[in-house]
């Protein structure tokens, strides 16, 4: 296995934060941190997802060290809106954060506005929530879309073949062929991708268990995800390396914690796109894979109900994930004589 990988394979990956740590929030006010632990057990207590709860958990760290340093550890509840003004400024032009995070974390902040108001209100009698009331910067993208084609795929699984990162082809690879999110890749398993599991005259593998996919709740919402049939060479050739190596685990993507293999968390997935981006010399994300393969399904004029049973969407979201431009296909339409006549087809099919 290369060097580099079994680096990040060896270990468990932790984002640092570095404006909190454990000695600034032994410092924060008792009160705000009882406050918040109060709100995560009632968001466990109607099923919001542990990663959900996490996440808000990070960001609201964040904002009391913030308060601590800069506003006198003041409760959360007697926060007025010079105060949130403030702290907006801070992010944005001492931290560096883009719109998008700051609405995040305001986002977190207001839903602990709205715990106080509804729950809490025989305690905080006539407290009005006030973070929506501070106007948000506006939204700027902060990179520039990536559009990949399948040649660009096919070169890029070469080439982390041909430097033996197989684990790294296989998941990529799998990105591609399934359009899975990052949650959803590191819960495949290798039972998967036995041959009983091809569907269709061996055109996809179908997963015999559910995959938990985006949802509400901690179970999320649970179906079975396809994989087309491409991706199985770089499947094998990655459980042949588990062989040869003497690798056991049941997951497909893994990594080595306290020197036993287990499932991998998505921040190895975060470093294969990395990698990927070195190699092809673009800005490569987990995301964009998924909307190539909606894009390449869209060109080869698959029925948009055949697509979204693929993606097991229950609304359409093809036009949030199809990269295609309308102007690709004028060459179909349009012609030197004119207008082209198109059989059984309109001008707004693809």
Known sequence: ME??????????????NHITNPEKMALVNKENIQLGEDWFEYLASIDRSPRTIEQYKNDLSIFWVWNLENNDNRFFVDLTKRQIAKFQNHAINTWGWSPNR????????????????????????????IIRKIENPALEPVREKTVLTYEQIEYLLGELTNQKKYQAACAVALAAYSGARKAELIQFKVSYF???NLMYDGAMYKTPENIRTKGRGKLGKQVPKYVLVAVKPYVDRWLQERKE??????????????????????TLIDYYMEISSEILGE??????????????????NI????IMEFQKWSSDMIPVYNDNLAEDDFGKYFTADGIATIENGNLGSV
């Open 102 to 129: 700051i609405r995040r974390v305001k986002s977190v902040l207001s839903s602990l506005s709205n715990y106080i108001e509804n729950i809490l209100d025989d305690e905080y009698e006539g407290y009005r929530p």
């Open 3 to 16: 060097n580099a990988e079994k680096k990040v394979l060896n270990t468990r990956f932790t984002v640092y």
């Open 194 to 196: 036995d041959d009983t």
């Open 245 to 266: 190596q003497g690798i056991e685990s049941e997951w497909l993507l893994i990594s080595k914690h306290n020197g036993e293999w287990c499932q991998a968390a998505t």
């Open 303 to 306: 029925p948009s109900d055949v």
């Open 283 to 300: 800005n490569i994300y987990a995301h964009a894979l998924r909307h190539l393969l909606v894009s390449e399904m869209v060109r080869k």
